[in-house]
């Protein structure tokens, strides 16, 4: 059984960062992948980003490219969402997902039903 919370949305001006943080408790040891997915008003979740058990793979959605960075520390259990050059469009909750990848440390995953763990959700909202 893992425990995935988000920390760290809220509200902030376009142009400004904000950093997500997901900390997992729980069974996940070292093969445990994760990612970030966002779901704005009357839309559909999509993927945001995703890094692999060893963090040394990572993916980042093409809308989000040059300004969010995922990271993790296994260390502490968490994996990180750093947003920055914000837009009123990124506004949403934003949900951390995790699974355990057994087989591969370089695997990273895209789609929704890929993970098995998600979070509670944290808000993020962008002024214009």
Known sequence: QVTLVESGGGLVQAG???RLTCAASGRTGTGYA???FRQAPGKEREFVA???RSGGS?????SVKGRFTISRDNAKNAAYLQMNSLKPEDTAVYYCAGRFSPLSISSYYTR?????DWGQGT???VSS
């Open 123 to 125: 808000q993020v909202t």
């Open 50 to 52: 995703a890094i692999s």
């Open 34 to 36: 994760m990612g970030w």
């Open 112 to 116: 929704i039903n890929d993970y098995t």
């Open 16 to 18: 400004g960062s904000l």
């Open 58 to 62: 990572t993916y980042i959605v093409d």
